[in-house]
């Protein structure tokens, strides 16, 4: 018979719960004041540990335990943390998706991990219900609210307190699946990423690390998973109201309300969220004096942005743009101050995007670009020549503690984005940098959507960042029109709302023409809306904008 299994980091958590029962886990909004702004509630470490284990119980007599997928389909809630700290009390794997990649999509990947528990809000059983083969494995349901029309437990009837001892459980191996999440196939097909016990567990070691060691005390949550890892810190998590789907619709007067009343400390955040509070702050100036540092992941977050945040906020505060992925968080960090000790002018002359140095423990390589399958390293050494015709901009691969070696689903996806080095595992990560004499990565774009063209390829974010720096241009896209090997490239501009056509396309020419990287592009043409993300809002689809702008090619050819 199996052992009764969980991730052994919850043991920080029950720290807490010994120690400082009484201590804020989660505080989260519940209704409005007479004000407008929402009033909040909250919940304590040891309530936090008791109703876990509740669910943690009800759950093992249903038969989920150690290995159960569970799709767990939550809206950010103290709920939401109960049912996942029950699910990693008995090691079960929770199975979690971005909602935003849109309904049959989302349940083309569900079908795929072939779950056999099912914990979701009303709206996501009726998804279930309603495609009911694509779930035909599932033998557990907990609605997290009303029973509609569906048979299955409901979490509000198991109440809070569990009804004895805990069992006896052992620590899982480090290398068992601890929860599957998916990409968000914002550029590419969504993949479902195993995370193990170890990847978790070196995930809190290096957020702590990247804080410098310094308890978060109060932490504003945007992303549930830094709420998981922020509460084995001790943290005080605040959950502003946000849509998980869209983070850009929330309100920037909310977050700073929150950052103020409760105190906030640090904060995660993804440019959807940055943008609107930094503006937020610029027309109602506040210095929310005890913020003092931020973390921005999800996308790329404008250098502009950064600047504007260090101009609103205290002196003091630091501000970290950070880059990862569900597959490794974080990669990579850099702070303000180094990125404003002239990289960013080095971003405007085409150098790329610095997105800082490896992580704690994370190594960084870069290899020849190839859309090939790379079985192992013999084959890197073997394609390493062919980085001179890019001039040493290559894929950006990563391998360490907190970096996932295996995709549950599709197997293909391990083929074409592991390469095996001995005991070692590198993932590819699809983007391509370089890496400075200071060990610095530069972005410089995806890789599916650098443009070939016949004197060699042209890379969307080293060529774009040349041209943002024009008066009245909001953003731009590199993309490439015909076959590879032979594209032209084609530059799309969105403009600002005040901006003129025709002196911003003749701004862009002429920047252009100042660059090497960029005297080929001939064709400049105004976007009136990029498609984006759902999610951030961030990531630009140049895969539409390529077709967009190859049907206006050839309209005046």
């Known amino acids: 018979m199996t052992s009764a299994t969980y ?35 909250h919940i304590t470490y040891r309530e936090l540990d008791d109703w876990s284990e509740t669910i943690a119980e009800r759950l093992s007599a249903a038969g989920v335990g150690s ?58 059983h009726a998804v279930r219900v309603l495609f009911r083969r694509s779930f035909r494995k599932v033998r557990t349901t907990v609605t997290v609210g009303k029973r509609w029309f569906w048979r299955g437990e409901r979490l509000a009837a198991w109440g809070r307190t569990p009804s004895g001892v805990a069992p006896e459980r052992v620590p899982a191996a480090a290398a068992d699946v601890l929860v599957i999440g998916f990409t968000t196939g914002s550029t590419g097909p969504a993949k479902a990423v195993e995370l193990t016990h170890g990847n978790l567990a070196s995930m809190i070691d290096q957020v702590h690390t990247a804080r410098g060691q310094v308890a978060p005390e109060t932490s504003l949550i945007t992303l549930p998973l830094v709420g998981i890892l922020d509460l084995l810190l001790g943290s005080r998590c605040v959950l502003p109201p946000l849509i998980p789907s869209k983070v850009g619709s929330t309100d920037p007067a909310h977050v700073a309300h929150a950052i103020e009343k409760f105190g906030v ?18 027309q109602q100036p506040t210095e929310l004096k005890t913020l003092s540092s931020i973390y921005s992941g999800g996308a790329p977050v404008p250098d502009w942005c950064i600047a504007g945040l260090r101009d609103v906020l205290t002196e003091d505060v630091r501000i970290f743009a950070g880059y990862g992925s569900t597959e490794a968080l974080p990669m990579s960090l850099i702070e303000s101050r180094e990125l404003f000790s002239g990289l960013v002018e080095r971003t405007h002359q085409g150098a790329g995007t610095c997105i800082g140095r490896p992580a704690d423990k994370i190594e960084a390589r870069i290899i020849a670009i190839t859309d090939d399958p790379i079985p192992s390293w013999a084959r890197v050494d073997e394609l390493a020549a062919e980085l001179e015709k890019s001039r040493g901009i ?28 001995g005991d070692r595992i590198w993932h590819r990560t699809g983007d391509l940098a370089w890496i400075d004499d200071q060990g610095r990565i530069w972005f410089c774009g995806r890789k599916s959507q650098r443009v070939d063209t016949a004197a060699g390829p042209m890379f969307t974010v080293q060529v774009e960042q040349i041209f943002n720096t024009v008066a009245g241009v909001a953003r731009t896209a590199l993309v490439g029109v015909g076959a590879r090997g032979a594209q032209r490239p084609v530059l799309c501009f969105e403009m600002a709302s005040d901006a003129d056509g025709a002196a911003v396309g003749a701004a862009l020419r002429a920047r252009g023409a100042e660059f090497e990287l960029a005297s080929s592009i001939a064709d400049f043409l105004v976007h009136p809306g990029f498609p984006v993300d759902i999610r951030h809002n961030a990531k630009i689809g140049r895969e539409q904008l390529a077709q967009w702008a190859t049907k206006q090619i050839d309209a005046t050819a």
């Open 7 to 41: 991730w052994s980091a919850i043991d920080r958590f029950r720290a807490f719960a010994r120690t400082e029962p009484d201590r804020d886990a989660v505080i989260y909004p519940d209704g409005t004041t007479s004000g407008e702004l929402p009033s909040y509630r």
């Open 67 to 124: 290995g159960t997928r569970t799709i767990v389909l939550v809206l950010p809630s103290p709920e939401l943390y109960a049912i996942l700290f029950g699910l990693l009390k008995i090691g079960a794997v929770p199975v979690v998706i971005d909602p935003g990649m849109g309904l049959r999509k989302m349940v083309h990947c569900l079908r795929a991990v072939e779950a056999e528990a099912f914990i979701g809000i009303p709206p996501a």
């Open 265 to 282: 400390r640090t904060m995660f955040a993804s440019p959807a969220l940055l943008i609107p509070l930094l503006r937020h702050l610029e």
């Open 394 to 421: 290559g894929e950006l691969v990563v391998a360490g503690p907190n970096v996932s070696t295996h995709y549950y689903w599709p197997e293909a996806a391990n083929r074409q984005g592991k390469i095996v080095d």
